[in-house]
Structure formats: structure tokens, C-alpha cells
């Protein structure tokens, strides 16, 4: 099977930590070419990964022909405009999370991409873990009965105010970090969107980031509540309470690669663990981008998915502005 041909945008610690391991082991992608505006760094990083071709600017290596595809994990506020100038030079997008600051650059993004023979892609990972796609079928089939709450908790502590994730220009924050999966799977879940959201944000006096942040989903008989901080101990979990029972995904989001995954079921049946083989989610992600690409097909998480996830993000934001519901 021939490989989609990656070039990576930026040495970023989040590409050397989780994605090149997954790249050099995927059986459709391979990574050809990095790039930084350090070229000793994109060098240095190239020879540790052994990748071909080590570039001292973005705009060189989406001038390389060999290239069909680009992966973008720089910082939140550099996004759109590196989507757009990788849709420019012919490239299929792979783009970290959240794609863009706002739902209406989303929109925009939306707009830039229509009629273009490319294909664009927000890098939600968790998607692609099989506990997530047994969460998906358990919900086709009732498996807990109606879906009555959903309760997230995801925190992590880091008080550096020269990390980008702290930086409020960047995007940091933690409602662009990390809310964006605990409002994603509550989306996955219900498989639909919510008609209105609460927000309680708590921000920083240091970096002006939201570092405490709380909302509400409503999707009309069900309610999705979440909490997600930036200097709290870190945690996550994610529980769905129903009329007939209940589900837990154990380590939601960060799932390590080298151990079982875990979702845990209680029903009239009784309580079972179910386990998966040990999975690396971002391999995952990056074989439905491939075959999105080799075979011509929608990618998995739409633009308009994306879209919408901001879109809640943004009134989030609002109702901790006016305290009062927003409409989605």
C-alpha cells in the first residue's frame, strides 16, 4: 500500500511526545519532511526521527511537490492561517485542535475550503479509539437506556505563563484546551447538538486565560455537565448516567498507548469492564485521514463538526459574559 506523504508544520513538544512515534509505525502515512523557523531545530529533530527533509520555513516545505499532505500542530492562533495557505498549495489539511479561535474564522475556513480538491481535518484522536466507537454503538442500542446526564471532569495543573496553553493571544486557556473534548464527546455521545448552554469561566489575573472553567449542554432531556481547569490536580473522566444504567470511560482522553483501555458498563445485566487491545489513538486518527484521502471520502470529523464545537465554545464564553443561557 503506498503511504500519504506528511509534511509536519513546527517541532512542537506535542508532535515529538505523541505523533512521531504513531507516524513511524502507520502503515498508511509517512512523514517526509518537517519543518521550523529554527532550522538546526527541524534538522535536530529530523535526524532523531529519521525524516528526509528538514526545511527552515513553512512556506518551503508547502512548496515541495512530493508532498501531499500537511499535519499543523502549532500554536491555537496560527491556524487558520496555515490551513489556508496549505489549501493554497494543493495540500490535504491535518489540523490540531481547536482548528480555529472563533466559529465564525471556522465558517470562514468552511468557505476557503469549498470546491478545493483538498481535504481538511480537525485532529480530535479520541474519536478513533475502539472504546470510543463501543460508546457510539452502545448508544444505537440503549445500552444504558435514555441518556439522562453526562458528567466530564479533564484538569491538568500548569502555571507557566510562558507556555503557549497560558498565553490568551495564543488561544490558550482552558476552555480552547481541553473543554473542546469534554464538549466533543458529549456531542459524540448524543450524537446530536445541544439548543442551549451555561458557562461559569474563572480567569486568571496572571495571564488572563481561563484557568477554572464549568457549562452546561442541554439537549433537551439530557444534560451534559463539565468542568475543565489548567491549575487544578490532574484528572478526567467521563460517566454517562441513563435510565437503565450507567457508563464510564476510564482515562477518557489521554489513554496511553501500551495499556488496556478500559469502559466500564452497568445495566440490568449486571456490571462488566469491557478491555481493548492496547491502541495508540493517534495511529488511529491518522489511518481514517489517510483512507479519507486514498479513497476519496469525507474525512471523519467534518468542518461543519468542527464548526459547531466552536460554536458552543463561543457562547460558552458569552454566558460567562451575561450569566444568562445562549442559544446555540
Not at 166 to 194: Q, T
Not at 213 to 238: C, H, I, N
Request: with cysteine; aromatic share 10%; glycine share 8%.
Amino acid at each position: 500500500m503506498t503511504k500519504v506523504k506528511i509534511g509536519v508544520l513546527g517541532v512542537s513538544g506535542h508532535l515529538l511526545t505523541r505523533m512521531m512515534l504513531p507516524f513511524t509505525q502507520s502503515k498508511s502515512v509517512e512523514v517526509i519532511a518537517v519543518a521550523s523557523r529554527n532550522l538546526e531545530k527541524a534538522e535536530k529533530a529530523a535526524k532523531e526521527w529519521d525524516i528526509p527533509k528538514a526545511y527552515g520555513s513553512y512556506e518551503a516545505i508547502l512548496e515541495d511537490p512530493e508532498i501531499e499532505a500537511i499535519y499543523i500542530p502549532l500554536p491555537n492562533h496560527m491556524h487558520l492561517e496555515w490551513v489556508k495557505k496549505s489549501i493554497d498549495a494543493g495540500k490535504h489539511v491535518l489540523c490540531e485542535k481547536p482548528l480555529t479561535l472563533t466559529a465564525e474564522e471556522t465558517k470562514t475556513l468552511m468557505t476557503y475550503a469549498k470546491g478545493k480538491d483538498v481535504k481538511v481535518m480537525e485532529a480530535f484522536m479520541y474519536r478513533f479509539h475502539p472504546k470510543w466507537q463501543m460508546v457510539r454503538e452502545l448508544m444505537k442500542v440503549s445500552g444504558i437506556g435514555e441518556v439522562h446526564a453526562i458528567h466530564t471532569i479533564f484538569t491538568y495543573n500548569n502555571n507557566d505563563p510562558k507556555n503557549i496553553r497560558n498565553i490568551k493571544e495564543y488561544g490558550g486557556g482552558s476552555l480552547m484546551d481541553i473543554g473542546c473534548y469534554a464538549i466533543s464527546s458529549a456531542r459524540w455521545i448524543m450524537n446530536k447538538e445541544p439548543q442551549k448552554v451555561m458557562g461559569m469561566i474563572h480567569y486568571s489575573d496572571a495571564t488572563g486565560t481561563d484557568v477554572l472553567s464549568s457549562g452546561m449542554l442541554d439537549f433537551g432531556k439530557a444534560r451534559a455537565l463539565f468542568t475543565v481547569g489548567t491549575g487544578s490536580y490532574p484528572a478526567q473522566e467521563v460517566k454517562v448516567y441513563g435510565s437503565n444504567g450507567t457508563l464510564e470511560v476510564v482515562i477518557p482522553f489521554n489513554d496511553p498507548y501500551d495499556i488496556s483501555a478500559q469502559v466500564k458498563v452497568v445495566n440490568a445485566l449486571g456490571e462488566r469492564v469491557v478491555e481493548f487491545t492496547p491502541t495508540n489513538q493517534y495511529g488511529e486518527l491518522f489511518e481514517n485521514f489517510a483512507k479519507a484521502i486514498t479513497e476519496d471520502t469525507e474525512v471523519p470529523v467534518s468542518l461543519q463538526d468542527s464548526y459547531m464545537n466552536m460554536r458552543i465554545i463561543d457562547q460558552l464564553f458569552e454566558s460567562g459574559r451575561t450569566g444568562q443561557w445562549e442559544t446555540i
